[in-house]
């Protein structure tokens, strides 16, 4: 099965500065891209979504879509503690009803 | 109530018990799925309902069998299962034409 594929690890960040996550798919024809965070205990809740290729800024988050190259970035910028939480990519699937291939997951720790 | 609720949010049964899992979304979407979280692994998606109708069933063992009377609510009936199902079981929704799926806050379940 074709795969969503995140950077293993987890990731520190001194607070104030930049997250980068990074996640690579193989599907080519995939066409929205999504980023979840989920703290621990916690469901998946929805911060990004990107279908275009190019950069989405919401507040403190952007999202980079590059369909050439199959990969989807996230940027946190000016991170805080409250970031810390793990950080799921998603795609999603042209294969009937509204599939989302999810990835691993990419734990960042904001450090104070 | 607003988003995608879940009850219970903890359960411990037995392997020889009958329990279900009950999901309701307030979003107005017409589709619902089942999501199984386990420990270092991605989410795994179990079933999907769109506008009642099952359209999905990713292989899932008999033990586990999902109700969706309506678009607003999803059931997961659960029978002899086994220690190994023991996970975070999170639903989720959407429109049928977008892909954004917002998710509920899951149900620990412990099988002993």
């Known amino acids: 099965q074709k795969e969503v594929e995140q950077n293993s690890g987890p990731l520190s960040v001194p607070e104030g500065a930049i997250a980068s996550l990074n996640c690579t798919y193989s599907?080519?024809?995939?066409?929205?891209f999504f980023w979840y965070r989920q703290y621990s205990g916690k469901s998946p809740e929805l911060i990004m979504s990107?279908?275009?290729?190019g950069d989405k800024e919401d507040g403190r988050f952007t999202a980079q879509l590059n369909k050439a190259s199959q990969y989807v970035s996230l940027l946190i910028r000016d991170s805080q503690p409250s970031d810390s939480a793990t950080y799921l990519c998603?795609?999603?699937?042209?294969?009937?009803?509204?599939?989302?291939?999810f990835g691993k997951g990419n734990q960042v720790v904001v450090i104070p | 109530e607003t988003g995608v609720t879940q009850t219970p949010r903890h359960l411990v049964m037995g392997m020889t018990n009958k329990k279900s899992l009950k999901c309701e979304q307030h979003?107005?979407?017409?589709?619902m799925y089942w999501y199984k979280q386990s420990a270092k692994k991605p989410l795994e998606l179990m079933f999907v309902?769109?506008?009642?109708?099952?359209?999905e069933n990713n292989s899932v063992p008999s033990r586990f069998s999902p109700e969706c009377p309506n678009s607003s609510h999803l059931f997961l009936h659960l029978h002899t299962l086994q220690p190994e199902d023991s996970a975070l079981y999170l639903c989720?929704?959407?429109?049928?034409?977008?892909?954004?799926?917002?998710f509920g806050p899951g149900t620990r379940l412990t099988v002993t």
């Open positions: 989720a929704s959407s429109q049928d034409t977008d892909y954004e799926q917002y």
């Open positions: 979003l107005g979407h017409n589709a």
């Open positions: 309902y769109s506008l009642e109708e099952r359209v």
């Open positions: 998603a795609e999603g699937r042209l294969y009937g009803n509204n599939r989302l291939a």
């Open positions: 990107i279908y275009s290729n």
């Open positions: 599907d080519r024809v995939s066409q929205s």
